[in-house]
């Protein structure tokens, strides 16, 4: 135990003294997060989150109570940090707004889109619902994804009224508690109530942790680990290049002569790997801790999906050694894996976002089990939250190191 001890010490000071390793190590991640903090506005001091005060126009041709449901919904004290509506008459003109990018979006309500959906004393519902129309800023993806958000909801909390009077009008009739005449009336009550009434919030959040507190999401909480975990996939095919480099360089045959054993050595390589790409992470994690006062999360759970992290990491880079030829070629594909993880893994935006497919592809990569971990913890998660991704990043680095191991003893890598 103790020769693995002193073989993966001796990996981490080597690691810790090259100064190209260090830039791609600690500065390149610490810098882009520093950057994307500063172009997101986190540290403004105008929004935690980077993202408010969208500029929305809200065209209101209806006059009806559903359509100024909806502009009171833009204007309500709940989205007052998020957007910035304002009212215009003219539908031209508020798309020449957006299309000139003084606004993220227009929500066009049209003339009969209230009367489309209530039809009044009629019981007969309209030939065709009036739409509303959402007219967006290409520029402005984000912002623009918030107010078509605003307005689907809107619309969604339309339908459960419609479906809702619906119901309600159908049991009265089936029960003898209303006449038949009587039916349209109470749908129409009943539906208006519900998708128009006192509460006509679109969007309306109420989070609390475990502790009873309202958590408080930073954008960086976001950026900074999908950064260090992009970055730590550098660490693990760089560690594990060290291993045909010492090849190469009669080192670890030397090594194999000693009196050590074969599977000492390449243990003591591997728990290298894993310390480096462990400091790597944990630096990291103190840096933005003390320069931006960025929230983790619960220490635990922080440490515990760390070392998990690093360990799919770390299984990825042997796998990665154990099919490459030269210490070349695993400087080039751990390169390009490490970028390719970057996007699938969702270090530079949101999977939500992203279609069905592509999020199941993303989950071969540490990146995104890692990231989904930490959102968790940053929201106010416990271990226990986490213990998804955690098992996943687990049995990744297990099955990796599995294949990684079959292939070094089919080719004799480690054979002195």
Same mark, same amino acid.
């Given at each position: *135990?103790?020769? $693995?001890?002193?073989?993966?010490?001796?990996?981490?000071?080597?690691?810790?003294?090259?100064?190209?390793?260090?830039?791609?190590?600690?500065?390149?991640? !610490?810098?882009?997060?520093?950057?994307?903090?500063?172009?997101?506005?986190?540290?403004?001091?105008?929004?935690?989150?980077? #993202? %408010?005060?969208?500029?929305? $126009?809200?065209?209101?041709?209806?006059?009806?109570?559903?359509?100024?449901?909806?502009?009171?919904?833009?204007?309500?004290?709940?989205?007052?940090?998020? #957007?910035?509506?304002?009212? @215009?008459?003219?539908?031209?003109?508020?798309?020449?707004?957006?299309?000139?990018?003084?606004?993220?979006?227009?929500?066009?309500?049209?003339?009969?889109?209230?009367?489309?959906?209530?039809?009044?004393?009629?019981?007969?519902?309209?030939?065709?619902?009036?739409?509303?129309?959402?007219?967006?800023?290409?520029?402005?993806?984000?912002?623009?994804?918030?107010?078509?958000?605003?307005?689907?909801?809107?619309?969604?909390?339309?339908?459960?009224?419609?479906?809702?009077?619906?119901?309600?009008?159908?049991?009265?009739?089936?029960?003898?508690?209303?006449?038949?005449?009587?039916?349209?009336? $109470?749908?129409?009550?009943?539906?208006?109530?519900?998708?128009?009434?006192?509460?006509?919030?679109?969007?309306?959040?109420?989070?609390?942790?475990?502790?009873?507190?309202?958590?408080?999401?930073?954008?960086?909480?976001?950026?900074?680990?999908?950064?260090?975990? @992009?970055?730590? *996939?550098?660490?693990?095919?760089?560690? %594990?290049?060290?291993?045909?480099?010492?090849?190469?360089?009669?080192?670890?045959?030397?090594?194999?002569?000693?009196?050590?054993?074969?599977?000492?050595?390449?243990?003591?390589?591997?728990?290298?790997?894993?310390?480096?790409?462990?400091?790597? *992470?944990?630096?990291?994690?103190?840096?933005?801790?003390?320069? !931006?006062?960025?929230?983790?999360?619960?220490?635990?759970?922080?440490?515990?999906? #760390?070392?998990?992290?690093? #360990?799919?990491?770390?299984?990825?880079?042997?796998?990665?050694?154990?099919?490459?030829?030269?210490?070349?070629?695993?400087?080039?594909?751990?390169?390009? $894996?490490?970028?390719?993880?970057?996007?699938?893994?969702?270090?530079?935006?949101?999977?939500?976002?992203?279609? %069905?497919? !592509?999020?199941?592809?993303?989950?071969?990569?540490?990146?995104?089990?890692?990231?989904?971990?930490?959102?968790?913890?940053? @929201?106010?998660?416990?271990?226990?939250?986490?213990? %998804?991704?955690?098992?996943?990043?687990?049995?990744?680095?297990?099955?990796?190191?599995?294949?990684?191991?079959?292939?070094?003893?089919?080719?004799?890598?480690?054979?002195?």
């Amino acid at each position: *135990m103790k020769k $693995i001890f002193l073989i993966g010490w001796k990996d981490v000071m080597l690691a810790f003294r090259d100064r190209a390793a260090l830039i791609l190590m600690l500065a390149a991640p !610490f810098a882009l997060t520093l950057g994307m903090g500063f172009v997101t506005g986190r540290f403004s001091g105008s929004s935690n989150t980077g #993202v %408010g005060d969208i500029p929305v $126009i809200v065209v209101n041709q209806d006059g009806g109570s559903l359509g100024n449901a909806l502009v009171e919904a833009f204007q309500s004290p709940d989205l007052q940090t998020l #957007v910035a509506p304002t009212t @215009m008459n003219d539908p031209a003109a508020a798309r020449q707004a957006v299309d000139d990018d003084q606004a993220a979006a227009a929500v066009i309500i049209p003339a009969g889109f209230t009367q489309s959906i209530l039809p009044g004393g009629s019981a007969e519902p309209a030939a065709q619902v009036v739409q509303i129309e959402l007219y967006t800023n290409p520029t402005r993806s984000t912002s623009a994804g918030v107010a078509s958000t605003i307005v689907e909801e809107f619309l969604n909390r339309l339908e459960v009224g419609r479906v809702g009077g619906l119901v309600t009008a159908t049991q009265l009739l089936r029960r003898g508690i209303a006449q038949p005449q009587q039916a349209a009336a $109470i749908g129409q009550e009943t539906g208006t109530r519900l998708a128009a009434g006192q509460n006509a919030t679109a969007i309306t959040l109420k989070s609390v942790t475990g502790s009873g507190e309202t958590p408080k999401f930073d954008i960086l909480a976001y950026m900074a680990p999908g950064m260090a975990l @992009m970055f730590l *996939m550098y660490t693990a095919s760089n560690g %594990g290049r060290t291993l045909l480099t010492e090849r190469y360089q009669g080192t670890l045959p030397r090594l194999l002569v000693s009196p050590t054993s074969t599977a000492q050595v390449f243990a003591g390589k591997v728990f290298g790997i894993f310390l480096t790409g462990a400091a790597q *992470m944990l630096i990291l994690i103190l840096a933005s801790g003390l320069l !931006f006062q960025l929230y983790w999360g619960d220490p635990l759970g922080v440490l515990a999906l #760390v070392l998990a992290a690093v #360990v799919g990491a770390v299984g990825w880079g042997l796998l990665i050694t154990a099919l490459a030829r030269t210490p070349g070629q695993v400087a080039g594909v751990g390169s390009a $894996i490490m970028l390719t993880f970057g996007i699938l893994g969702g270090s530079f935006f949101n999977l939500d976002q992203m279609p %069905g497919w !592509f999020q199941v592809i993303s989950r071969v990569t540490p990146n995104a089990w890692g990231i989904s971990g930490f959102t968790t913890l940053a @929201m106010g998660g416990s271990i226990g939250d986490i213990l %998804g991704p955690i098992g996943a990043l687990l049995v990744m680095g297990a099955v990796l190191f599995c294949l990684a191991v079959l292939f070094f003893n089919r080719r004799g890598i480690a054979q002195q």
